[in-house]
């Protein structure tokens, strides 16, 4: 039975698109629709409700988009939104079309604006982690993270192809300013020399060190993966640092960039959006507001939103350790 303060729910999504939000969105429209609620797209994030870019959604509307890549509601950064004036345009909004219960589809900043509207006007709304970075606490996974992990890998392995033809040491920079998820995966899954991430200082001589012994044991192709916000710098600037010392080496950079974001959702992330698209309106029907619903180890879990985004979560200490045994 539907909570009776619920009658018409609103969906968004807000900051960087990730593979999986449209999955997301179909599953809270059809939910809503199963549970007899009327449901809300939201366009273009908090910018989309604060311009009032809101139109009722049906089943029909989102047939078609479980396998795209994005997000069809679009997304965006709203400096309005962090504003006061800007909330409050956003909450007449709501209110003038009977909305009364909210599910946003974004990451850290996401959320942190649902927590703050929700402290100030009180309506109902549940985060889902929807960022391809996985720096989200209460989940396991985000909704994108595992597809640009498989785009971050088969370019590599691409690029990769390149590398041992022509004896050449790539650096190849993934997303992931504050989290070295991505880069792990990615360093893991595409077996390379190194992997240097943003929760860790690498020292250029110990870089150095690795590739020397790499290439005693005669390794025929040398790939390092580089986070974008790297402690150590972008891919970039640490392969200038590294050609100091290695002068003879055929050195190149490749950038991954937004290429990380597009593409078809992976069957794991559009399983994942999927469930918690129907938790979200579970949630909100049982009396849930101010949470994230996140997946940890295979079972729905609400976790406080101002839990959620405490930047905390860590990339695994045997993860990294496997990175670091299968790169020598
Ligand atoms: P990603 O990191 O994956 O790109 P994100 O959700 O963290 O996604 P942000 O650009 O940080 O992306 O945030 C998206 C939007 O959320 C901002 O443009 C802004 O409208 C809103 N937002 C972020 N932080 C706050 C805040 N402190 N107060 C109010 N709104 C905020």
Do not use: W
Request: net charge positive; proline share 3%.
């Amino acid at each position: 039975m539907a909570n009776k303060t619920i009658t018409r729910i609103g969906v968004l999504t807000s900051g960087g698109d990730a593979p999986g939000m449209n999955a997301a969105i179909r599953a809270v429209v059809r939910s809503a629709k199963y549970y007899n609620l009327e449901v809300f797209g939201i366009f273009r994030g908090y910018e989309g409700l604060i311009q009032n870019d809101i139109k009722k959604l049906e089943n029909r509307d989102v047939a078609y988009i479980l396998e795209r890549g994005g997000t069809f509601l679009k997304s965006a950064r709203s400096q309005e939104f962090r504003t006061p004036e800007g909330r409050q345009t956003a909450y007449d909004n709501l209110k003038s079309h009977g909305i009364d219960a909210l599910v946003v589809i974004g990451g850290d900043g996401s959320l942190t604006g649902a927590h703050l509207f929700y402290k100030e006007f009180g309506i109902p709304s549940i985060g889902l982690p929807g960022t391809i970075d996985n720096d989200l606490s209460g989940t396991d996974s985000t909704i994108g993270f595992d597809t640009a992990c498989n785009t971050a890998i088969e370019a590599i392995d691409k690029i990769r192809d390149t590398a041992s033809s022509h004896d050449r040491l790539f650096f190849v920079e993934v997303m992931g300013r504050d989290a070295g998820f991505i880069a792990v995966n990615a360093g893991i899954g595409s077996g390379a020399a190194a992997t240097l991430i943003p929760e860790r200082k690498m020292p250029v001589e110990n870089l150095i060190e690795r590739l020397k012994s790499r290439a005693k044991a005669k390794k025929q192709s040398n790939i390092v993966i580089v986070a974008e916000g790297g402690k150590s710098g972008g891919a970039l600037e640490i392969s200038k640092k590294v050609k100091k010392f290695l002068p003879t080496y055929d050195i190149r950079v490749t950038i991954l960039g937004h290429l990380q974001r597009g593409g078809s959702p992976s069957s794991f992330d559009r399983l994942l959006a999927s469930k918690l698209g129907v938790a979200a309106v579970e949630g909100l029907i049982h009396g849930k507001e101010d949470v994230m619903a996140g997946i940890i180890n295979n079972k729905i879990v609400y976790t406080p939103i101002k839990r959620a985004i405490v930047d905390d979560k860590e990339v695994d200490e045997d993860d990294f350790r496997v990175a670091k045994i299968l790169s020598q």
